[in-house]
């Protein structure tokens, strides 16, 4: 399985590949908008700010290659907001994919929430195997509304996108590489995909 993850200078990504190698698969960190396009899947990750983040992808060119991928793509936190319409954090303008925009959390509500929360409504099959009310971690400030997109919701105040999905693509709030056996078999769920 040839697994691409997209370097453009704002991902967790050694974590990424720690827990894909675990698993047994080996994933190659390239920013070569062929490669990606040739991979079977590919992973694009993300931590930080998104109006820098965005900025990045843009210089690259990969903003114009991401949103074209045929394959399997999984975005992961970061990645996931990016991978929406706008994101309140830096007036960002995101790759569409998903029909959505990222807000803050509102006042009132600790930010960033940091540590484990649980995943309801799952559908789809990168939750093959997880029970509902299963427990995965997330570090986040800003949220994707529940939309039709969503294909798993979590609480922090209100409900919000734990997951969205669509078409090829398919995105996580959480990080599933910290997120114990449950998180792995998410990766393993992804990874094995039907095409």
Not at 115 to 131: A, K, Y
Request: hydrophobic fraction near 40%.
């Amino acid at each position: 399985m040839d697994i691409a993850i997209i370097d453009y200078g704002a991902g967790n990504i050694q974590s990424i590949r720690f827990a894909l190698e675990r698993l047994g698969y080996h994933a190659e960190l390239t920013s070569d908008a062929e490669r990606i396009r040739s991979a079977d899947r590919v992973i694009f990750p993300g931590v930080g700010e998104a109006g820098s983040a965005m900025a990045k992808l843009v210089q690259s060119g990969l903003d114009k290659v991401v949103p074209e991928l045929r394959q399997p793509v999984l975005g992961i936190c970061l990645g996931m907001q990016l991978m929406c319409r706008y994101s309140e954090e830096g007036d960002t303008r995101g790759l569409g994919i998903f029909e959505v925009d990222v807000k803050r959390f509102p006042r009132g509500l600790k930010v960033p929430q940091i540590g484990w929360n649980s995943i309801h409504h799952l559908r789809g099959p990168l939750f093959e195997g997880i029970p509902e009310a299963t427990y995965i971690y997330l570090v986040h400030s800003f949220y994707a509304p529940v939309s039709p997109d969503s294909i798993a919701r979590s609480d922090y105040g209100f409900e919000y996108s734990a997951a969205l999905g669509r078409d090829n693509f398919l995105g996580v709030q959480f990080h599933p590489e910290k997120s114990g056996a449950d998180g792995a078999r998410m990766l393993r769920n992804f990874i094995e995909m039907p095409t």
